[in-house]
């Protein structure tokens, strides 16, 4: 099983997939339900705090990661352009979040990755409805190339 799937795995089960269904969460709260203009309720309204992020599976089968800023929620993809590391469990600054594994930094309000400017995750629309925050279409997409170089500091020297 690689990453992406444990990924997707341990989401699912955090907003209610398969096994919160089954104790009665989902129901009580609508979190993991999909509206019918295609948004997915992800988590009521102050359950994302400045400073740190929410993910959540998406419906379109990917995992996003949401912030709050300035009053203001944006989603991104959680997956890192890199290798693939979950991006929402990064440290994050202003609107900057660093990605765990090897520090790449991405703006969460453009999904534009500062250490690699080719690389970018896509955005997502969100908004706030019935007290739940809910993520809906793909606003900016995001590149597919995986790999560059790492941000750790360290330089490569040949001998
Ligand atoms: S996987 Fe994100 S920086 Fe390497």
Redesign the pocket.
Known sequence: MGLRDKLKGAVKKVIGGGDAKASGARAVVGVGKDTPDGYRVVAPVGAIKEGAAGTYAHNNNRVVAVFLKDGTYYAIDNE?R????PVGEGEIKGCLVT?P????EYDFTTGKCTTQPDSRLETYAVRVQDGFIQVGPILTPGTTMRGGAHNDGLKVITL
Not at 82 to 85: A, I, P, R, S, Y
Not at 101 to 104: A, N
């Open positions: 890192c890199h290798e693939d590391g990605c594994y090897h520090d790449w």
